[in-house]
C-alpha cells in the first residue's frame, strides 16, 4: 500500500460522507432517491461555489471573511440593476462578476503592498460589500425576468423524478475548473508554494504580490458567481441574505481535509465537506423530531472531528519523514 | 514611564479625537453631558454605555491575540451564558448562583478553547470556529429555541441600572480593564505572555509553562466574554440564543487591531484595545447621530476603520523610516564631502532586508 499520506484526509472526507449516508439510507430508505440526491446538490449549489474560492484563499494560507456579503451584494445589485434598467440579465452578470473580481483584487492587493493581515482586511471587505448592498436597496427585491424563469426552470429530470438543476451542474462545473485550477495550472502551484511559506515561495519564484491579488480576485469572482446562482435560486436579492456563509465554507473546507495553515488540501474535499454538511440538514429534515439546532452542534463535532484527524495523520507522516531520515 | 505609554496611545487618542470632533460638526450638542433623574445621561455616556460589550469582549481577546491567537467564539460564548444565566434565575435559582454560574459557563468555555489550542495544537482560528458553530446550538438548546424572558430586577441592575450615576455596564468595563491591565502590569504575566506571543518554543526553552498560559488567556477571554454576555442579557432582560453577540467578535478583533495590537502577538495594551472598541462605537452612534440614513452606517464605518488601519499600517511606517532613514544617509554623504570632521561611523547602514519588510 503505497497511498500517499496527503491523500488521507481527502479519503476520510470522502468515507464519512459515503459512511453518513449508508447510516440515513438504512434508516430513510427515501434518501437514496434522485430527488434527495438533486435536492441535495440544488440547496448547496452557492455554498459550493463558494467554497471552491475559499478553498484557494486557504490553500495560500490566507482566509477571505468578504465572501457572504459579497453574495447577498450580488444579489441585490442583479435584482436592482434589472429592476431599474433594460439590461440583459446576462450582460448583468458580466457586470456583476467584473465588480466582484475587482473588488477581491483590491483585497488582495491591500493584504499585500500595505502588508496587512487578510483577516481583518477582508473583514473590512464584509463591512464594505454588507454596506454597498444595504445602499442599494434595504428591502429584498423579487426578480421578475423572463430570462430568469428560464434559467429557474432549467433541469434535467433524472430516473426516478429527481431534478439536476442548472445550478446544481454549475456548481459540479466549478469544482471541476477549481480543482484544475488549483491542481495543474501555474497559478496553482504558486497558491500552494505561497500556502507553504511566503520566502519559500518567493525562492521558488511564485510572483508572490501577483498571486496574491489572483488568489482573491479569485475568490471575489467565486463569490459573485454564487451570488449569481443563489439569486437564481431564491429568485430575489435581499441584503440581509447570507449572513455567516463565510464561515460555513470554511468550515465545509477544513471538513473537506484542507488544512487551515495552507498548503495542502484538494478542491474536490470541499465539495464532499460541502455535501457532508448538506446530507446533516437534510437527515434532521427527514428525522422530523430534530430541532435545527442540532445542525450546528453536529457540524461543529465533525469540524472537530476532521481537525483531530488531520492533527494525528500530520502526526503519523512526520514520524514516517523522520523515520525515513534516521 | 506614563510619557512612554501615552506615546503608544496616542494614535487611538488622536483617532478618537478627530471623530468626535467629526460628529461634533454634525451634532453639536454630542459634548453635553446632563444629570437628570439621578444618572447622567448624553451622546458620549450613550456611547460608553453601548460600547460596553465590545469593550469587555477586547480586554480578553487583547490577551489572545498577544499570543498569537484569536478567539472566535466569544459571541456565541456571550449568547450561552447569557442563556445559561437566564435559565438559571427563570427556575428560581437566586441572582448570585445564576451571575456565578454563568461566570463558569464562561471560564469553562475558555477552558475548551485552551486545551485545544494548547494541549491538542489546533490553530487558535479553526479551535476557536468549532465552539463558535457548534455554541450557537447550545445556547439554543438551553433557551430551547426561544426568548428566555426574566424579570429579576438585581439581575437587570447589570445592565441598565447605575452606580454613582454612571451606568453599570461602563463600571464593569472599566474594572475589568483596569483589573487585567493591573495584573498585567505589575506582575510578570504581561510580560509571559508577550513572551509566548512572540516565540513559543522559544518561551518554553526559557522555563515559562506556555501550555497553562494559553489556557489561561482563552479562559480569560471566556471571562470576559461571560460579563459581556451578562451585560446584553440584563439589558433586554432575556436571553436571545440567536442574536446574543451575533458578529461581534469581529468588532472585539477590529477594537483589538485598531488599538495598535499585532495580529502576529507580542507586545500589547489592553488600554489601546479598550479605546479602540470606543472608536467603533463612536463611528456606530455617531453616524446615526450625525443624521445619514442607517444605509450608509456599514459603508461609512468600514471606509473609516480602513483609513484608521492603513494609517497604521506597518508598511507605510516602514516607507516612512526609510524616507527618513534616506534623507539621514544623503545628508551624511554631503557632510563626507565636507571636511572630515564629523563622526563617521554613526550612520549604521541600513539592510536592504530591514527597509523592504
Same mark, same amino acid.
Given at each position: 500500500?503505497?497511498?500517499?499520506? /496527503? =491523500? ?10 459515503? !459512511? ?43 482566509? &477571505?471573511?468578504?465572501?457572504? %456579503? ?6 441585490? *445589485? ?68 423572463? *430570462? ?10 433524472? $430516473?426516478?423524478?429527481?431534478? =439536476? ?38 525562492? #521558488?519564484?511564485?510572483?508572490?504580490? /501577483? ?10 469572482? #467565486? +463569490? ?74 453536529? !457540524? ?27 | 514611564?506614563?510619557? /512612554? ?18 460628529? %461634533?460638526?454634525?451634532?453639536?450638542? *454630542? ?21 460596553? $460589550? ?6 480578553? #481577546? ?21 442563556? +445559561? ?11 448570585? $448562583?445564576? =451571575? ?10 475558555? @477552558? ?92 518554553? @526553552? ?6 497553562? @498560559? ?36 469581529? &468588532? ?24 479602540? +472598541? #470606543? ?10 447621530? +450625525? ?17 484608521? @488601519? ?23 554623504? /554631503? ?7 564629523? $563622526? ?8 536592504? %532586508?530591514?527597509?523592504?519588510?
Amino acid at each position: 500500500m503505497t497511498i500517499n499520506t /496527503r =491523500l488521507y484526509p481527502l479519503l476520510a472526507t470522502i468515507a464519512i460522507f459515503v !459512511i453518513a449516508y449508508a447510516l440515513s439510507y438504512t434508516q430513510f430508505p427515501a434518501m437514496l432517491s434522485t430527488r434527495v440526491v438533486g435536492n441535495l446538490l440544488t440547496d448547496n449549489a452557492y455554498l459550493g461555489i463558494v467554497a471552491v474560492g475559499m478553498t484557494i484563499v486557504i490553500l495560500s494560507g490566507g482566509i &477571505d471573511l468578504s465572501v457572504g %456579503s459579497v453574495i447577498a451584494f450580488s444579489g441585490v *445589485f442583479i435584482a436592482v440593476v434589472l429592476r431599474e434598467t433594460s439590461l440583459h440579465p446576462l450582460m448583468v452578470f458580466a457586470l456583476l462578476l467584473v465588480l466582484s473580481t475587482a473588488f477581491g483584487a483590491a483585497m488582495g492587493g491591500i493584504i499585500h503592498w500595505l502588508a496587512m493581515p487578510s483577516f481583518i482586511v477582508t473583514l473590512a471587505g464584509m463591512f464594505l460589500a454588507r454596506g454597498a448592498a444595504y445602499m442599494l436597496t434595504i428591502d429584498s427585491v423579487p426578480i421578475a425576468h423572463p *430570462f430568469y424563469d428560464l434559467l429557474q426552470g432549467a433541469y434535467w429530470l433524472m $430516473p426516478g423524478k429527481g431534478r =439536476l438543476t442548472l445550478i446544481g451542474v454549475a456548481m459540479l462545473l466549478t469544482v471541476a475548473v477549481g480543482a484544475l485550477i488549483a491542481h495543474r495550472t501555474r497559478f496553482g502551484a504558486s497558491v500552494f508554494a505561497l500556502g507553504g511559506g511566503e520566502q519559500a515561495a518567493r525562492l #521558488m519564484g511564485a510572483k508572490v504580490g /501577483r498571486t496574491t491579488v489572483m488568489i482573491y480576485a479569485f475568490s471575489g469572482f #467565486m +463569490a459573485g458567481l454564487s451570488g449569481i446562482v443563489f439569486s437564481i435560486y431564491t429568485g430575489s436579492g435581499y441584503p440581509l441574505a447570507t449572513v455567516g456563509t463565510e464561515l460555513t465554507a470554511i468550515a465545509a473546507v477544513v471538513i473537506g481535509g484542507t488544512i487551515l495553515t495552507g498548503g495542502a488540501g484538494y478542491v474536490v474535499g470541499t465539495l464532499f465537506g460541502v455535501l457532508t454538511m448538506g446530507l446533516i440538514q437534510t437527515y434532521i429534515v427527514f428525522d422530523g423530531s430534530l430541532s435545527s439546532w442540532w445542525t450546528k452542534i453536529v !457540524i461543529g463535532l465533525l469540524l472537530l472531528l476532521f481537525i483531530l484527524l488531520q492533527k494525528g495523520l500530520l502526526r503519523l507522516s512526520q514520524s514516517r519523514i523522520s523515520a525515513g531520515h534516521a | 514611564m506614563i510619557g /512612554r505609554s501615552l506615546l503608544r496611545l496616542l494614535p487611538q487618542i488622536v483617532s478618537l479625537l478627530a471623530l468626535i470632533g467629526l460628529v %461634533s460638526v454634525f451634532f453639536p450638542t *454630542f459634548l453635553q453631558i446632563d444629570f437628570s433623574d439621578g444618572r447622567l445621561v448624553g451622546p458620549m455616556i450613550d456611547i460608553v454605555k453601548r460600547g460596553a $460589550p465590545v469593550a469587555l469582549l477586547a480586554v480578553g #481577546m487583547t490577551l489572545v491575540i498577544a499570543t498569537r491567537g484569536i478567539d472566535l467564539s466569544v459571541g456565541t460564548v456571550m449568547a450561552i451564558c447569557g442563556a +445559561a444565566a437566564a435559565w438559571a434565575v427563570s427556575s428560581g435559582y437566586g441572582t448570585v $448562583p445564576s =451571575l456565578i454560574l454563568a461566570l463558569l459557563v464562561g471560564l469553562a468555555a475558555g @477552558l475548551w478553547n485552551g486545551i485545544l489550542v494548547s494541549v491538542i495544537g489546533i490553530q487558535p482560528i479553526v479551535a476557536t470556529l468549532i465552539l463558535m458553530t457548534a455554541g450557537r446550538g447550545i445556547a439554543q438548546l438551553i433557551t430551547e429555541g426561544r426568548i428566555l424572558t426574566f424579570s429579576d430586577p438585581d439581575f437587570a441592575t447589570i445592565g441598565s441600572g447605575t452606580l454613582f450615576g454612571v451606568p453599570f455596564p461602563v463600571v464593569l468595563w472599566l474594572l475589568t480593564g483596569i483589573g487585567f491591565a493591573l495584573m498585567m502590569r505589575w506582575t510578570a504575566l504581561g510580560l509571559l505572555i508577550e513572551s509566548v506571543g512572540i516565540n513559543r518554543r522559544a518561551s518554553a @526553552l526559557i522555563g515559562i509553562n506556555a501550555r497553562v @498560559l494559553l489556557i489561561a488567556v482563552y479562559m480569560a477571554s471566556g471571562l470576559c466574554a461571560a460579563i459581556a454576555g451578562l451585560v446584553v442579557t440584563a439589558d433586554i432582560r432575556g436571553a436571545d440564543a440567536n442574536n446574543a453577540g451575533l458578529w461581534l467578535e469581529l &468588532d472585539a478583533i477590529l477594537a483589538v487591531v485598531i488599538g495598535g495590537n499585532s495580529l502576529l502577538g507580542g507586545r500589547f495594551s489592553i488600554t489601546a484595545s479598550i479605546l479602540g +472598541a #470606543m472608536i467603533i462605537q463612536t463611528i456606530d452612534t455617531g453616524i446615526l447621530l +450625525a443624521g445619514f440614513p442607517s444605509e450608509y452606517n456599514l459603508v461609512i464605518k468600514a471606509v473609516l476603520v480602513l483609513t484608521i @488601519l492603513v494609517v497604521q499600517s506597518p508598511n507605510l511606517s516602514a516607507q516612512w523610516l526609510w524616507a527618513r532613514q534616506a534623507l539621514a544617509r544623503r545628508r551624511a554623504l /554631503r557632510d563626507e564631502a565636507a571636511p572630515q570632521s564629523g $563622526p563617521r561611523m554613526t550612520e549604521r547602514p541600513v539592510p536592504e %532586508s530591514e527597509v523592504s519588510r
